[in-house]
Structure formats: structure tokens, C-alpha cells
């Protein structure tokens, strides 16, 4: 059986369509850590970002690693998008996120970029390399490796 080019392409794009319904869930839940992590940080609201964390998660930047969620939070009162002084909007562009999804665990990685509102510049640009669990049907983030990313 030979089909038209028109109509083999048709059968990809609707398998491709179901695939992608099959995973919009898990698509919005774990795009929302990305989401919330920068309104967390632009907003200076630790309760928001450490609401992202597993209570057991791990944390690890500067060679160093922070375990449960009141060590993370230290973390995050000492990280630059928090200090008072520091008036910055973070946001990833869309092509600096990637995720795979398996069963009840997740990788998600993103880049973020920090823009200094005050001084019209990117005051930083990290990135998180996350394992992601799924937790009464929410997606937190288990273990977040963070660091400097060098240069855009």
C-alpha cells in the first residue's frame, strides 16, 4: 500500500497531536516550576519558591549541598534575586528549557536570565538541572543542581 505524501504526513501530524495530548499535563505541571521559580524570584517571595521543593528535596550550587527545605531556604535568603538592594526580573527564554517525563519522575533543566531592572543589564545567568517527583498529582522538585552559566 503506497499512501499520498499528503495523507502519510496527515497519520504523523495526529499521532504526533496524541502524543503531545498524552503529555500536556505533565507538560503545564512541570512548566509551571519554571513559571513560579521566576515569579518566586522576581517577586522576592521565598514561601513561593520554597513551595516548589519536596520536603526531603537536595539542593547543590558552589560545590555545596543544602538538605530539606530549611537549608534551601538559607540558600535562598543569601541568592542574589532575593537581597533587598537587588531589583531583578528573571525569565527564561523558551528554547533554554528542556523536559522528559517517566512515570512519576521528571528531568527538567532551564537557564535563567536575571535582568537588573535599576541598571538596565543581566545582573546573572544561572541554570537548574532538576529531578522532578510527582507528589498527590503536583510535580516538585526533588534534587536541583544550580550554577553559573559562563556566557548567553
Same mark, same amino acid.
Given at each position: ?24 499535563? *505533565?507538560? &503545564? ?19 513561593? &519558591? ?92 526533588? *534534587? ?9
Amino acid at each position: 500500500l503506497v499512501l499520498p505524501a499528503t495523507m502519510a504526513l496527515s497519520f504523523g501530524l495526529a499521532s504526533q497531536a496524541a502524543t503531545e495530548e498524552e503529555n500536556a499535563e *505533565d507538560f &503545564m505541571g512541570i512548566h509551571k516550576i519554571e513559571i513560579i521559580f521566576h515569579e518566586a524570584g522576581t517577586t522576592k517571595n521565598l514561601d513561593l &519558591m520554597l513551595s516548589l521543593f519536596a520536603d526531603d528535596a537536595t539542593l547543590t550550587s558552589g560545590g555545596k549541598t543544602y538538605k530539606g527545605k530549611g537549608e534551601i531556604r538559607s540558600y535562598w535568603q543569601a541568592a542574589g534575586p532575593f537581597q533587598p538592594q537587588n531589583q531583578w526580573v528573571a525569565y527564561t527564554p523558551a528554547f533554554r528549557i528542556k523536559y522528559a517525563v517517566e512515570g512519576d519522575r521528571a528531568h527538567l533543566y532551564f537557564e535563567c536570565l536575571y535582568v537588573d531592572k535599576a541598571k538596565n543589564n543581566i545582573a546573572a545567568h544561572t541554570n537548574s538541572d532538576d529531578t522532578l517527583v510527582r507528589v498527590s498529582g503536583k510535580w516538585l522538585i526533588k *534534587d536541583m543542581k544550580a550554577s553559573s552559566v559562563p556566557e548567553l
